[in-house]
């Protein structure tokens, strides 16, 4: 992660008391923005544009975050969370339209979720939804506890609980199939 | 959740976080580079709202000083200086003058001075052709007394008259009271009853209900005005000359029906189930004309006395010298404009109650979109 006093000061709105810098948070949460995408799209260079729109629509309120109400990284998976999901509004008109496929194919050829992933786990973790990858997502590799994920998905804590039990089972059962 | 969900599955989690992808340098580079661009978006409803909230708070507060404004300059004192210098109070009195008939009731209230005895000339030939429309024989009278008030004395008719008296002491008050009750009863009236209060250093008030013959009002409340400072006057009369003549009508009405069923009986050609059912009828027309009869009593002895509320008080700065102009008009501004807001508020109350149904329709609306919306969302990420 690159040090806050390398980003220009363009990207620093108006500092409130009690609340971190823009810059910090860009700094301290891309990482974990681009892996929820990646894990909920499926799809890297989908994830790239998405992050960087999360960020905009972040910049544009950030006037209105309000540390007290929750964390920053939960605040930008939630903005995250409904970029995606105009995205997948979007990719469902277009596949509709257009009655294609091809990035289900590309996504079957190249490895998406990460490069060190052992081919069973990155074949199960396609055969996911991306609400099971999405909860997988903010629960392990972003580390949010129970009821944070829960804001995110605009859930109750144990239907999030229900969820990643669940996609964590499916997952493990999937790795199996591959196996045998 | 805790790390215990996790423990089935440790191995998986484990791998899971080695190989956690990491955002390229290009999309860093991309998110710092969004920044400048996205200063220039802002959201257009939230800024017409920062506009329109504070654009119409000030407007409403606005017109509502400008309205204390301009009705605190219309203060009579001013164009009178000639009365205040001959010690009369600042606070010149209003007469009312409002009367009741079949026709609606009419309100006259101009202000004026107790001795501008033109003014209240002009007020009572106003309201003389406004309120004796229905009486117009009555609108060549002569003005009596204060030349404030007019009884009609032709037709049947109740009177209610407040008057608000200012006296210049404590001695002066005790001094009026005993002269109003001695003024009513010289007139064949009665004071109902007297509530006198004195204070220490002069102050103090006294309230008098007073009953004196209508025919006998318009003189009563001329020489009860003049016991003092005259601050207020207010005449209402309610016409009961229809009243009068719809009860007399039905009990007319009643009586030949009541003739008509006793000589219906006395025939004796009548089966025994109509001369009961007549029976009936007879002894409620009988009940009705003694219920009608009565009321008509109580109309023709309403009609026969005025009520007559006099307040008498004492006020150290009535009188003139006391130098509080400046701010009497002051207050007069803030009570008018405080009244305009209350109007003001109540009309944005009115408002919401009115459109009050339609918001909870549009929020019930909002909530079932956005709940479908949700649902959509839930559907779309299960099954991509």
Redesign the interface.
């Known amino acids: 992660m690159?040090g806050v006093n390398a980003?220009?000061a363009?990207?620093r709105p108006p500092r409130r008391v009690g609340a971190p810098a823009?810059a910090d948070v860009?700094a301290e949460h891309?990482?974990a923005?681009?892996?929820y995408l990646?894990y909920?799209t499926g799809d890297?260079a989908a994830a790239?544009d998405l992050?960087?729109e999360t960020?905009?629509r972040a910049?544009?309120s950030w006037r209105r975050f309000d540390p007290r109400k929750g964390a920053p990284r939960t605040w930008l998976c939630r903005i995250a969370h409904s970029t995606a999901?105009d995205w997948?509004?979007a990719?469902?008109r277009r596949q509709k339209r257009e009655e294609t496929y091809s990035r289900d194919e590309a996504l079957l050829q190249e490895s998406v979720?990460?490069?060190?992933?052992?081919p069973e786990?990155e074949g199960a973790l396609r055969r996911l939804?991306?609400?099971e990858r999405?909860v997988?997502a903010l629960?392990?590799?972003l580390e949010l506890?129970?009821p944070s994920?829960a804001r995110v998905l605009?859930i109750t804590?144990t239907a999030?609980?229900t969820r990643?039990?669940r996609a964590?089972k499916r997952?493990?059962e999937e790795?199996s199939d591959v196996r045998i | 959740m805790s790390g215990f969900e996790f423990e089935e599955y440790g191995a998986l989690v484990s791998e899971l976080r080695a190989a956690a992808p990491v955002a390229p340098e290009r999309l860093r580079q991309r998110v710092l580079g969004l920044a400048p661009a996205s200063r220039r978006s802002r959201s257009p409803r939230r800024r017409l709202a920062l506009v329109v909230v504070p654009v119409a708070v000030v407007l409403s507060v606005g017109a509502a000083v400008v309205h204390g404004v301009v009705n605190s300059g219309s203060h009579p004192s001013l164009a009178a200086p000639d009365v205040l210098k001959a010690g009369v109070s600042h606070n010149a009195p209003q007469t009312t003058i409002t009367h009741e008939s079949a026709a609606g009731k009419h309100l006259t209230q101009v202000p004026g001075t107790n001795t501008a005895a033109q003014g209240l000339d002009k007020t009572t030939r106003s309201a003389a052709n406004n309120v004796y429309a229905a009486a117009p024989t009555t609108q060549s009278r002569t003005l009596h007394g204060n030349g404030g008030v007019l009884i009609p004395s032709d037709r049947l008719v109740h009177a209610d008259a407040s008057l608000e008296v200012r006296v210049p002491s404590h001695s002066a008050l005790s001094h009026a009271t005993n002269q109003a009750t001695q003024i009513v009863s010289s007139l064949g009236g009665y004071a109902q009853s007297v509530q006198y209060q004195s204070v220490s250093k002069g102050g103090g008030s006294a309230y008098l209900a007073l009953r004196v013959p209508v025919d006998k009002a318009e003189t009563a409340i001329a020489r009860l005005g003049q016991l003092g400072t005259l601050v207020s006057q207010q005449v209402s009369t309610q016409d009961l000359q229809q009243q009068l003549t719809r009860q007399t009508n039905q009990i007319g009405t009643l009586r030949r029906a009541i003739a008509v069923y006793e000589q219906a009986l006395q025939s004796g050609s009548l089966s025994a189930s109509q001369r009961i059912e007549l029976q009936i009828k007879l002894s409620n027309a009988r009940h009705a004309v003694a219920q009608l009869r009565k009321a008509r009593t109580g109309t023709v002895a309403s009609a026969a006395t005025a009520d007559i509320s006099l307040t008498l008080e004492t006020h150290k700065g009535a009188v003139v010298g006391g130098g509080d102009h400046k701010g009497g008009r002051l207050s007069r501004m803030f009570h008018s404009a405080v009244g305009f807001l209350a109007l003001e508020a109540m009309i944005v109350l009115y408002a919401l109650v009115v459109l009050s149904p339609v918001l909870l329709l549009g929020g019930l609306g909002w909530w079932l979109v956005r709940e479908r919306r949700r649902r959509d969302e839930r559907r779309l990420l299960a099954s991509a």
């Open positions: 690159r980003l220009p363009a990207v823009f860009v891309l990482d923005v681009y892996r990646v909920v890297r790239e992050a960087a960020f905009e910049f544009r999901v997948f509004r990719e469902a979720f990460a490069e060190g992933l052992s786990l939804t991306p609400a999405e997988v629960r392990v590799l506890d129970g994920a605009r804590t999030c609980s990643l039990s964590l997952l493990e790795m």
